[in-house]
T-cell receptor, first 113, second 111 residues
Framework: DTGVSQDPRHKITKRGQNVTFRCDPI?????LYWYRQTLGQGPEFLTY????????KSRLLSDRFSAERPKGSFSTLEIQRTEQGDSAMYLC???????????FGPGTRLTVL | EDQVTQSPEALRLQEGESSSLNCSYT??????LFWYRQDPGKGPEFLFT???AGEEKEKERLKATLTKKESFLHITAPKPEDSATYLC????????????FGKGTKLTVNP
């Protein structure tokens, strides 16, 4: 049984650089979600896809953030011109449409210097 | 706006000392309430989904219960390996598919 996978697990970058993260959901799941978690807080919703369609975006998702799920399988989250405030754990989750339980990946820890 | 409040923020127990964690929520209509366990530096691990008041679910030393305003996660005779942050989240029927999380309760079980 393969769970949600994310790559890389850790990313250190300098302010102003662009970064891209990848998420591979559980194979039969058609919904994919991105969340962000900072220290001492619960995960906060960023965006979600059903198949390849991006159906909802949070106000947290500034125009420097973009997410794609080109073939309805894996997804990428890109952050352009990173800022120190972007430092956080970026979590991906997946689920089946109509079943609300979401299963999370191990996360990508981003540190912006 | 959906709100989820967890208490206490942190809890220290001795091994074998049972206790409960609380999750209070405000939603327009509950589609589901979820409990996750999160170890440091890792993603949340799914524990339970509860759908309606009166529902209970159990797994090993953990038991989750649900009322119309809150949920409890009861931990019976905890062991040091139960040490983690426990997160509560709600899915609102209001249309959005997102989960709204509380800040979590950090549980430490001393041997």
């Amino acid at each position: 049984d393969t769970g949600v996978s994310q790559d890389p697990r850790h990313k250190i970058t300098k302010r102003g650089q662009n970064v891209t993260f990848r998420c591979d959901p559980i194979s039969e799941h058609n919904r994919l979600y991105w969340y962000r978690q900072t220290l001492g807080q619960g995960p906060e919703f960023l965006t979600y896809f059903q198949n390849e369609a991006q159906l909802e975006k949070s106000r947290l998702l500034s125009d420097r953030f973009s997410a794609e799920r080109p073939k309805g399988s894996f997804s990428t989250l890109e952050i352009q011109r990173t800022e120190q405030g972007d430092s956080a754990m970026y979590l991906c989750a997946s689920s089946l449409a109509g079943v609300s339980t979401q299963y999370f990946g191990p996360g990508t820890r981003l540190t912006v210097l | 706006e959906d709100q989820v409040t967890q208490s206490p923020e942190a809890l220290r127990l001795q091994e074998g000392e049972s206790s409960s964690l609380n999750c209070s929520y405000t939603v327009s209509g509950l589609r589901g309430l979820f409990w996750y366990r999160q170890d440091p530096g890792k993603g949340p691990e799914f524990l339970f989904t509860l759908y309606s008041a009166g529902e209970e679910k159990e797994k090993e030393r953990l038991k989750a219960t649900l009322t119309k305003k809150e949920s409890f996660l009861h931990i019976t005779a905890p062991k040091p390996e139960d040490s983690a942050t426990y997160l509560c989240a709600v899915d609102d029927q209001g249309g959005s598919e997102k989960l709204v999380f509380g800040k979590g309760t950090k549980l430490t079980v001393n041997p």
